[in-house]
């Protein structure tokens, strides 16, 4: 086995130890092509921040506007205590209960992230719902195509008024605003997605006796899922953008809120810290999603059906 | 539609197609084509490109419905698509988020042939077209000329009695396409079907065909219908396959002088 390494690993003839060294070989071919992407990503960080501590170091960064990284980051409790107020800030309850620093910053950003979850679903599922129906019936794509071209340009900003009106304040609208700047745009990339399948797999499935519904759910579908996985990352950043800025209205406690309580109470080192979170938690998404979108298009060849993985 | 012609696989009765009939970009692809293919025969449209031989296929595939006239397929009349008229692609067409054994099978799958039964066809399917290696594979594993093979390996699964082929070797390198050519008469042999094979290309006409239906430039008539009576295995540079070459040269030629200029107007009036 031991010689097997410089081989390919499709080289290997024989059968019972082919599996293991070749898994191992792209477990390690994975790490070791992963390594230099972190080294420079590292680098990267390093000399940005180098350069605003320099710059606080030769006193051109004033720290109480710019405080550098190491102020920001450097006191973790003290950052912590603007996190998950809404709780602890109540009348009647003692300031220093409720969770702990750490779990405060979780608390919060856990809320966040859910409401950024609860929108992209939201939205994925009923944009892919409305672009499939505008795509099979004709009178739904003369009826509704129109007015979602016509929304699909308006900033998610402009919405905000809106979700108050009719959600007031707390999750809902927040949740609401996230769904309506990703809806229309991912109802118009759903149709184009679905115009841009290969007509001749939809022969194929035609020839061979396949009903609508099984070219929809058998050839269109499977067809779609990579180009849709794309646009659900593009969007991904979209919906974290406006989170923010529906969170800044009136939620209990969120990302967004803790900003905009730190531009209300003057407080740049809370504002960094928050966007460095922000920064952090928006890459993992990233790189989940990029990992799905990874094994959605190297399909693996053993599923029972193909529809698995959406 | 009566029964007219039992005898013939395919039957098309002054078959005529126009493209958006009715609106201003309205172009006429097919007219008057009379053409019956005999069960087994191979029979190849020969013609210019866009004189509408591909949209004769498409038509008896069922997939586009036609202006005027009829075809019928084994004495019934074509009104959809079906397995046993299976047509093949110039691009192999196969899915790429299944293995190449679950492409193969893929028209059984959706009538609900179960999983074994349907890795028991891939593999005999897949032996006879040479990919047995291939069964686990994925499509973009193999080479151009293999995902051929495997697409037409998928039609055969399907156990069809009219194998419908729009240049399918046309994006491929010539030694590949003569080693194709012979897998697909090995196939024609085994099975017994009748090929319609789309070609703008006179050798592949010559080296395959039984007869070889001449199309004139657009509107696509058929100007001539030629038998090929040359013994198989064929050698193409035999005096009678150059004979044949030089005389459908010849039909050929005035015809692609015709689409050329009509193509030349077009360009000059825009």
Not at chain 1, 37 to 62: H, N, Q
Not at chain 2, 108 to 121: A, C, F, M, Y
Not at chain 2, 208 to 229: E, H, Q, S, Y
Request: aromatic share 8%.
């Amino acid at each position: 086995m031991g010689t097997t390494a410089t081989a390919s690993p499709r080289a290997g003839r024989t059968n019972a130890p082919k599996h293991a060294p070749s898994r191992m070989f792209r477990l390690w071919a994975a790490i070791l092509g992963a390594l230099p992407k972190l080294f420079w990503t590292c680098l990267s960080i390093a000399f940005f921040a180098g350069i605003w501590e320099f710059l606080w170091y030769i006193g051109w960064a004033d720290p109480r506007l710019l405080p550098p990284p190491h102020i920001f980051l450097g006191n973790f409790a003290e950052q912590a205590q603007f996190f998950n107020t809404a709780e602890r800030w109540t009348i009647g309850v003692d300031a220093s209960a409720g969770p702990s620093p750490t779990m405060a910053v979780l608390l919060t950003i856990m809320a966040t992230i859910l409401r950024v979850l609860a929108g992209l679903l939201l939205a994925t599922v009923a944009s892919l719902m409305l672009g499939i129906a505008i795509r099979y019936w004709a009178p739904v794509e003369k009826l509704v195509l129109p007015t979602v071209t016509l929304l699909a340009p308006v900033s998610p900003v402009a919405w905000l008024p809106v979700a108050i009106f009719l959600f007031g304040i707390g999750n809902k609208p927040a949740v609401f605003m996230v769904f309506v700047a990703l809806f229309f745009t991912m109802v118009l990339a759903t149709i184009s997605q679905i115009d841009s399948v290969n007509r001749n797999y939809i022969n194929v499935g035609r020839i061979m006796g396949a009903t609508r519904r099984q070219i929809f759910l058998r050839v269109i579908l499977p067809a779609i899922l990579p180009g849709l996985l794309v646009v659900l990352r593009l969007n991904l950043f979209g919906a974290w953008m406006v989170v923010l800025i529906a969170e800044a209205t009136g939620v209990g406690y969120g990302l967004g809120q803790v900003i905009m309580m730190a531009r209300n109470t003057f407080n740049p080192g809370l504002v960094f810290f928050t966007i460095v979170i922000i920064g952090v938690i928006g890459s993992v998404f990233d790189f989940t999603l990029r990992a799905v979108q990874a094994r959605v298009l190297y399909w693996v060849p053993k599923g029972q059906a193909s529809m698995g993985g959406g | 539609m009566g029964i007219a012609m039992t005898s013939s696989a395919v039957s098309c009765r002054d078959v005529g197609k126009t493209w958006a009939a009715g609106s201003p970009r309205a172009h006429e692809a097919l007219r008057g084509v009379d053409l019956d293919v005999a069960p087994g025969e191979f029979v190849c449209l020969l013609g210019p490109s866009g004189c509408g031989k591909s949209t004769l296929l498409y038509l008896i595939a069922g997939l586009e419905k036609l202006t005027s006239g009829a075809i019928l397929a084994h004495g019934q009349t074509v009104n959809g698509p079906a397995p046993e008229r299976s047509l093949i692609f110039q691009e192999a067409a196969l899915l790429p988020w299944l293995s190449v054994w679950q492409n193969v099978t893929f028209g059984l799958s959706l009538h609900g042939v179960s999983t074994e039964e349907r890795r028991q066809v891939a593999r005999e399917v897949l032996a006879r077209a040479g990919l047995s290696e291939a069964f686990d594979k994925r499509p973009d594993e193999l080479s151009g000329g293999m995902r051929q093979r495997v697409s037409v390996a998928r039609a055969m699964a399907m156990r069809p009695r009219v194998l419908l082929m729009d240049e399918p070797f046309a994006a491929l390198d010539v030694q590949t396409r003569a080693k194709m050519q012979g897998f697909l008469l090995d196939v024609w042999h085994a099975t017994g079907a009748s090929v319609m094979f789309v070609t703008h290309h006179i050798d592949e006409a010559v080296a395959l065909a039984d007869r070889v239906a001449v199309f004139t430039a657009r509107p696509g008539r058929i100007k001539a219908v030629i038998d090929v009576d040359l013994p198989r295995p064929r050698d193409v540079e035999a005096p009678e396959a150059m004979a044949l070459r030089r005389e459908l040269t010849g039909l050929l030629r005035d015809e692609v002088d015709r689409a050329f200029a009509e193509q030349e107007a077009l360009t000059s009036a825009n």
